[in-house]
């Protein structure tokens, strides 16, 4: 309970043992100037009305303010769940571009990969060829040399020097 509320209880509960207590008083009629005229009228149950109409509008306002800041919070809580809606909607829209980013950059990757391993082939293709020309060059080379020593060896060795 709010202290106001607990408050208001005292001092109606508070009255009300006074009225009790001092009944003969408050019913006995007095008379009273109303603007216009004299009215016979008790006073403390005139009073006691008054108090009653007041604490009744009091318990009315409180109410009512009560409906209005729960009203508001009800609105504060539906803006702040459309905040989070478009929060979560804005994450997922930053999360699909983050993958559509990350995509593209892996198939960038793969295509210079590929491009590096192509080119990586044709080099070694290259080097390849080249080395088989290198080595048939050698073997050439050293054909015509083993040729030339072959026939060193048997213009040495010709028919009249046998062993």
């Not at 009273?32 to 009228?41: I, Y």
């Not at 009203?71 to 999360?95: I, K, N, P, V, Y």
């Not at 295509?111 to 082939?121: E, F, K, Q």
Request: hydrophobic fraction near 50%; charged fraction near 20%.
């Amino acid at each position: 309970m709010q202290i106001a509320t607990v408050l208001l209880l005292i001092v109606l509960a508070v009255t009300a043992l006074f009225a009790a207590l001092n009944w003969p008083v408050f019913t006995a009629p007095m008379t009273l100037f109303v603007g216009l005229t004299n009215v016979e009228l008790p006073l403390g149950l005139l009073m006691l009305g008054a108090l009653a109409v007041v604490s009744l509008l009091f318990v009315v306002s409180v109410l009512a303010v009560q409906g209005r800041a729960l009203a508001e919070l009800r609105r504060h809580g539906r803006e702040l769940q459309a905040q989070r809606q478009l929060a979560d909607q804005a994450e997922a829209s930053r999360f699909t571009e983050l993958r559509a980013f990350m995509s593209a950059e892996l198939e960038r990757v793969a295509r210079n990969g590929d491009a590096v391993r192509d080119t990586l082939l044709a080099r070694l293709d290259r080097l390849e060829s080249q080395q088989r020309l290198l080595i048939e060059q050698t073997g050439n080379t050293l054909s015509s040399y083993i040729g030339e020593l072959e026939d060193r060896f048997e213009r040495g060795m010709s028919p009249g020097q046998g062993h």
